[in-house]
């Protein structure tokens, strides 16, 4: 077991402490604000507050761990051997800079807390993020920093046990819009034909007229195609239906329509469904809970996972709501227009809220990859390179490598052939 020495155990400190070591490291750990249960122990340790003790590891702390609420942080970035840092800690200590204020500042989103100027949909901008403005938002430091620290404990303590952990892939397909015209009702599908018509959007109106004769034809009907792709290459996969009346910005199939509801049953029988909640549920949590009966009831067992509308992530409100409404994981965690890791890692943790100071029983799969901050690009081959970068980056640390592809893009009509495309990626990055 691996002993940490501190003069005060706080919330802040347990949640990064577990974080960092119990589930990216896999390593047993204790703590102790006792000097003489630290001076006994014989196995690895280290101590984390201003001085050291004797000659054991030590890392400086910087008082955030220790602190309360929100305050305005100054922060000045700095390098450890190639990896950007921030926090530094002097000489005396073993490592350049606190890992762990910093890990948490990351992790519980400390920066959205503080003042900034939210976009139309209410969202935490990228280009406000220290990740964005110091050019690291591409790399999981958090795991990276873990991964250093390993190798700097296993030279001072070369017999501390740990657990390897493996490269994971989760490939989620968000259904926000199941069919482009099928399924949709008389009054829907005839008001999109005549606007298709006056528009003089041919190609459309023939496309429609094809899928009023057979449904199957629906170009975003690519489900038994995506379900026998992710089979074949044994892809781990989830699927996230939206199931929410139609409203401005929530335009899927009716949740009465017994086809659609067919369509969710079939493809629970092979994957992990989930609820895509609605843009109108990011401030109504009966609306929320509403959508999660309503899927249950037609996959007949419990829906736990959840996916905001446009990545809507409001901290701390957002997962609070998420709680209340019962939800045990969110798939969120992420910018919809820049790739990368928003939170710094690719490793799931729980979501810390700083205004109770307590860690919310909720965890959060970062994701990497949202196919809208790809579609800018009209080649091929510059995408995959993109999301080859990131891979690379998850596979250094055996991180979960999550991306987030609809349906749509998938089934669409674009310069890209985006399905050919996401079948390369899985090949290529589902090992």
């Given amino acids: 077991m691996l002993l940490i020495y501190t003069h005060k155990i706080t919330p802040r400190f347990s949640f990064?402490?577990?974080?960092?070591?119990?589930?990216?490291l896999g390593i047993e750990i204790g703590f102790t604000t006792t000097v003489e249960d630290f001076i006994k122990h014989t196995g690895p340790k280290i101590t984390y507050t201003k001085q050291p003790l004797q000659n054991e590891f030590f890392i400086r702390s910087n008082d955030l761990l220790f602190e309360q609420g929100i305050n305005d942080i100054q922060v000045s970035m700095g390098d450890w051997d190639g990896v950007p840092c921030f926090f530094s800690t002097g000489e005396r200590s073993n490592i350049p800079f606190d890992i762990f204020s910093a890990s948490?500042?990351?992790?519980?989103?400390?920066?959205?807390?503080?003042?900034?100027?939210?976009?139309?949909?209410?969202?935490?901008p990228p280009k406000e993020s220290l990740a964005y403005k110091y050019n690291f938002l591409r790399s999981?430091?958090?795991?990276?920093?873990?991964?250093?620290?390993?190798?700097?404990?296993?030279?001072?303590?070369?017999?501390?046990?740990?657990?390897?952990?493996?490269y994971k892939y989760t490939s989620v397909i968000d259904v926000t819009t199941s069919h482009c015209y099928a399924y949709r009702g008389f009054v829907r599908g005839m008001a999109g034909f005549l606007l298709d018509l006056?528009?003089?959007?041919?190609?459309?109106?023939?496309?429609?007229?094809?899928?009023?004769?057979?449904?199957?034809?629906?170009?975003y009907d690519n489900f038994s195609e995506l379900i026998g792709f992710h089979k074949k290459h044994?892809?781990?996969?989830?699927?996230?239906?939206?199931?929410?009346?139609?409203?401005?910005?929530?335009?899927?199939?009716?949740?009465?329509?017994?086809?659609?509801?067919?369509?969710?049953?079939?493809?629970?029988d092979y994957s992990a469904v989930?609820?895509?909640?609605?843009?109108?549920?990011?401030?109504?949590?009966?609306?929320?809970?509403?959508?999660?009966?309503?899927?249950?009831?037609?996959?007949?067992?419990?829906?736990?996972?959840?996916?905001?509308?446009?990545?809507?992530?409001?901290?701390p409100e957002t997962y609070r709501n998420l709680v209340d409404a019962e939800f045990t994981d969110d798939y969120t965690m992420g910018y919809t227009h820049e790739i990368g890791?928003?939170?710094?890692?690719?490793?799931?943790f729980h979501f810390y809220d700083i205004n109770l100071e307590i860690q919310q029983p909720i965890r959060v799969h970062p994701f990497a990859i949202h196919d809208y901050a790809l579609v800018h690009h009209t080649n091929e081959a510059v995408i995959l390179e993109e999301v080859a970068t990131l891979y690379k980056e998850v596979k250094k640390v055996n991180g979960t490598f999550v991306t987030i592809f609809s349906n749509e893009l998938l089934g669409g009509s674009h310069k890209v052939n985006w399905m050919l495309l996401y079948q390369k990626m899985i090949e290529k990055y589902n090992v």
């Avoid at 996230?240 to 493809?267: E, G, W």
């Avoid at 843009?279 to 929320?288: K, N, R, V």
Wanted: aromatic content about 16%; proline content about 5%; overall charge positive.
């Fill in 198 to 219: 006056f528009t003089l959007k041919l190609r459309r109106v023939s496309q429609r007229v094809g899928v009023w004769l057979d449904p199957k034809r629906d170009p």
């Fill in 274 to 315: 989930s609820l895509a909640a609605s843009y109108g549920s990011f401030s109504d949590i009966e609306m929320l809970r509403k959508e999660k009966k309503r899927l249950s009831t037609v996959i007949n067992r419990p829906v736990n996972f959840s996916r905001m509308r446009y990545n809507r992530v409001d901290v």
């Fill in 140 to 166: 999981p430091v958090v795991d990276l920093w873990a991964f250093k620290l390993l190798n700097a404990l296993l030279q001072k303590f070369p017999d501390m046990v740990y657990a390897k952990r493996a």
């Fill in 16 to 24: 990064v402490m577990k974080q960092l070591f119990t589930r990216v």
């Fill in 104 to 124: 948490f500042y990351l992790l519980s989103r400390y920066e959205e807390y503080l003042p900034h100027v939210k976009d139309l949909h209410g969202r935490f």
């Fill in 234 to 268: 044994k892809a781990n996969s989830m699927f996230f239906f939206q199931f929410a009346d139609y409203s401005t910005y929530d335009k899927n199939v009716s949740p009465n329509s017994n086809r659609f509801k067919f369509l969710i049953k079939s493809i629970a």
């Fill in 341 to 348: 890791f928003r939170a710094g890692t690719c490793t799931p």
